[in-house]
């Protein structure tokens, strides 16, 4: 079993849904929770990062973590072709080294 | 947010060739920074760790003597693939770990360097 579980799509939504992304986890010494969006041949970039449990808004996305079930969403509200892409989960305990989800290729369709 | 720096974006270099890749933090001090490589449609693989002024860690499976890593200032870490090969043509990606408030417990990652080993 992996450590992050993540669904790897295709997802494909027509524009201006509520797309729900997810991961969960096995390792309960996880603190750091990030989202990263990453296009076809570019680097990710920080979507959210979050400590703990709890959840986070910015702008039209939204990251909720719950511990206590090993489960983190991302949120993306009227959801825009420009939205098409790759997001990674990721996370950490204390130290420095990131453990990634596979990836869900999302799709934002006119 | 954080800027982090790769350098060349793409690179062509010849079988048997060595090729050096740039990663540099441009507003903050970058005590950690990671090198990762990444296959299509797969997830990012961690290749090693490097401290400011110290060895990398590499990870298992990982050549230490073809993928030379270097992070002699809190700015500036890279990768030196040596004796390249086709077969290390792929997708390098750097990222970098910060200390202090701005950027101490996220870390930001670069654009990514393609390698085509001919």
């Known amino acids: 079993q992996k450590e992050v579980e993540q669904d790897p799509g295709p997802l494909s939504v027509p524009e201006g849904a509520i797309v729900s992304l997810n991961c969960t986890y096995s390792?309960?010494?996880?603190?750091?929770f990030m989202w990263y969006r990453q296009y076809s041949r570019k680097g990710p970039e920080l979507l959210m990062y979050?400590?703990?449990?709890g959840n986070k808004e910015d702008g039209r996305f939204t990251a909720q973590v719950d511990k206590s079930s090993k489960y983190i969403s991302l949120f993306i509200r009227d959801s825009q072709p420009s939205d098409s892409a790759t997001y990674l989960c990721?996370?950490?305990?204390?130290?420095?080294?990131?453990?990634f989800g596979t990836g869900t290729q999302l799709k934002v369709e006119l | 947010g954080a800027v982090v720096s790769q350098h060349p974006s793409w690179v062509i270099c010849k079988s048997g060739t060595s090729v050096k890749i740039e990663c540099r933090s441009l507003?903050?001090?970058?005590?950690?920074m990671f090198w990762y490589r990444q296959f299509p449609k797969q997830s990012l693989m961690l290749m090693a760790t490097?401290?400011?002024?110290?060895?990398?860690?590499?990870e298992q499976g990982v050549e230490k003597d073809k993928f030379l890593i270097n992070h002699a200032s809190l700015t500036l870490s890279t990768l030196t693939v040596t004796s390249a090969h086709p077969e290390d043509s792929s997708f390098y990606i750097c990222?970098?770990?910060?200390?202090?408030?701005?950027?101490?417990?996220?870390?930001?990652f670069g654009e990514g360097s393609w390698l085509t080993v001919v």
């Open positions: 990222s970098a770990r910060g200390s202090g408030v701005y950027s101490g417990n996220t870390i930001y």
């Open positions: 390792n309960s010494a996880f603190q750091y």
């Open positions: 979050t400590y703990s449990s």
């Open positions: 990721a996370m950490r305990g204390g130290g420095n080294k990131l453990t």
């Open positions: 507003d903050f001090q970058a005590t950690t």
């Open positions: 490097s401290n400011e002024g110290s060895k990398a860690t590499y």
